[in-house]
């Protein structure tokens, strides 16, 4: 049976990043400038992207804004007919940078805030005077025209400003917030003691989400992720693994997430190589976790097993060495107790922030 | 033009939506923000009609007419289905 084609393509362009996050969910190993892929390659994929029925390109990073090429490869992509969505911290969204990605055609901007107000965000990306500049960055995507998402991510330290956060996304004018809990992958997974929120917290948080869309409704759209560990069953990971997206690393990777290169026993097929039609329905990194086949109990048996597709393989890996075991996530796993001893073991304390000094040298 | 027609609101599409013909799918799909769905034939008939010109009268009475359905039924169906497209931001009355 062929796959339903997928229906976006998150491009990680480059894992350079003038922030550096705690929380990043790059992987600890990353990838150096020169392995990146070139504009020539990037747009063949997007020819390839656009022809197997992927809608929408989500340019990511790191920074997909250190690449000179962005416009150029958004023009590509809109010539095509596909969505394009930039996600960025915006430090580096001047005129110029802004007038080159309007006139591309660009149709979405989604930019990441660290905080509501200038301390917090700029301690937690570790870069002075980052804030002022986002401001300045929402502005302009407001003058181009374009539609604005502002994005926090929330944990222990900021998850008490959630209703500044969204006040301030009011101010901006943006059409959607999103209040992300961290995802506990990458650099989030190493710093996770001190970013776990307490369930008072995440209760209060989600409080004021709710509030805040009773108040706001028909004037801003505000999508909240929750974590997983004070939940009682896990996320749909990516919609299911390898059912909606591919995920292209900088070098050429492609992946069904962008945490699964941390899987064993994976060969994750190069675009340099490889067709993203023989990716999508032939590679055994995609079809080897996509549906219910490979599931054992309790998913293999439960009605919500094309709900949550058993939850995260990544996390499953992650905490319980694992790759076929049912998210921990989620109360019906026998391995459920990982979730609240982590919450156990968590509380304030110093954080380690994402480096590139870290990477590997290929 | 009667004062109605006037009074009528002129349908866009919502900011940072697009609606188009998918050539894989074999179908019309609207694209937005972190969002992309699948309308159904009657709410495609509708959306072709959005042009920035249009009223909401006009397009009733345009399908009324190709469809040679009673106008006001249409009006009222139009109405609902962009109130609802509305309401998830694809389209702005
Ligand atoms: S999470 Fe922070 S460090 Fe990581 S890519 Fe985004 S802005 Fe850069
Ligand atoms: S048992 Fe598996 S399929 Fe059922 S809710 Fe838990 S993770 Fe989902």
């Known amino acids: ?362 | 033009m009667t004062a109605d027609t006037l009074a009528s609101p002129i349908p866009t599409l919502g900011r940072g939506h697009k609606f188009r013909f998918d050539q894989v799918r074999g179908a019309w799909v609207i694209l937005g923000p972190e969002r992309m769905f699948v309308p159904d034939e009657h709410a495609v008939e509708v959306l072709k009609l959005i042009d920035g010109t249009r009223s909401v009268d006009a397009i009733a009475a345009d399908l009324a007419a190709r469809f040679a359905a009673p106008a006001e039924q249409i009006r009222a169906d139009v109405q609902t289905m962009l109130a609802d497209l509305a309401s998830r931001g694809a389209v702005k009355l």
Request: charged share 20%.
């Open chain 1, 1 to 362: 049976m062929m796959a339903p084609p997928p229906l976006g393509l998150i491009a990680e362009l480059t894992h350079r990043c003038p922030l550096s996050c705690p929380y990043c969910s790059n992987p600890l190993e990353l990838e150096r400038a020169s392995t990146e892929l070139d504009t020539e390659t990037w747009r063949r994929v997007l020819d390839q992207a656009s022809a197997i029925g992927i809608l929408q390109i989500h340019f990511t990073g790191g920074e997909p804004l250190v690449r000179r090429d962005l416009p150029e490869l958004v023009r590509h992509a809109s010539a095509l007919g596909l969505y394009t969505n930039i996600i960025t911290s915006g430090v580096t969204l001047d005129d110029r940078a802004m007038a080159a990605l309007t006139s591309a055609g660009v149709d979405h901007i989604q930019l990441s805030f660290q905080d509501s107000d200038a301390a917090g965000n700029d301690m937690i990306g570790d870069s002075r005077g980052a804030f002022a500049k986002k401001q300045a960055a929402a502005a302009r995507i407001r003058q181009a025209g374009l539609p604005l998402t502002v994005n926090f991510v929330v944990h222990r330290e900021n998850v008490a400003r959630v209703p500044q956060m969204i006040d301030m996304a009011e101010a901006l004018h943006a059409e959607r917030t999103e209040i992300a809990h961290v995802q506990y992958y990458g650099w989030g997974l190493v710093n996770r003691a001190a970013l776990l929120p307490t369930r008072a917290q995440l209760e209060a948080a989600t409080e004021a989400v709710e509030a805040a869309r009773l108040r706001l409704a028909g004037r801003m759209v505000i999508d909240y992720v929750v974590p997983d560990y004070h939940a009682a069953r896990p996320k749909a990971c990516m919609g299911g693994w390898a059912q909606r997206f591919i995920n292209i690393s900088p070098s050429g990777r492609a992946m069904p997430c962008h945490a699964a290169e941390t899987l064993p026993g994976f060969v994750f097929p190069s675009v340099r190589e490889t067709t993203l039609s023989d990716i999508w329905h032939k590679a055994d990194a995609f079809l080897r976790f996509r549906g219910t086949a490979w599931m054992r109990e309790p998913c293999r048996s439960c009605d919500r097993r094309e709900i949550d597709w058993g939850g995260c393989r990544c996390q499953a890996f992650a905490l319980l060495g694992d790759l076929t075991a049912t998210d921990p996530a989620c109360e019906l796993s026998p391995d459920h107790g990982v979730m609240q001893a982590a919450v156990r073991e968590s509380g304030p304390g110093a954080y380690v922030f994402r480096r590139i000094e870290k990477a590997r040298v290929t």
